[in-house]
């Protein structure tokens, strides 16, 4: 079985609020755990606010990647938008989510709008 090498997160402070994050085994598209399985769309993500749900959202990350669904699913801490979005607080999480900065007309940049 293979480590776990994710050391924890790089944002400091209070690690709530949360989303789980991974990458998409088949597409190798960034998602996100939402209320019923998994999406492409970071607004659909469900937030951990405390720390019971945010271990029981890593657990069922931890299934996924068990299961061959997703890779690499963590616990990324996030700000909460005037309308209610996740954005992710370290800019290494936030590139994951907005996608790539190349092509704005194309992928989940184009499909779901601008995510701040």
């Given at each position: 079985?293979?480590?776990d090498h994710r050391a924890g997160s790089?944002?400091?402070g209070d690690k709530l609020p949360?989303?789980?994050m991974a990458s998409d085994l088949l597409e190798g598209d960034t998602v996100f755990l939402a209320e019923t399985g998994w999406t492409r769309d970071?607004?659909?993500a469900r937030i951990a606010h405390d720390q019971e749900s945010a271990d029981a959202m890593e657990a069922?990350?931890?299934a996924a990647a068990a299961a061959n669904a997703v890779v690499d699913p963590y616990l990324v801490p996030v700000e909460i938008t005037e309308e209610g979005?996740?954005?992710a607080r370290h800019f290494?999480?936030?590139m994951r989510q907005k996608g790539p900065s190349i092509h704005p007309d194309m992928g989940k940049q184009a499909d779901f709008g601008p995510i701040a």
């Open positions: 079985m293979a480590k790089k944002v400091k949360a989303i789980v970071s607004k659909a069922e990350g931890k979005h996740p954005l290494r999480d936030v």
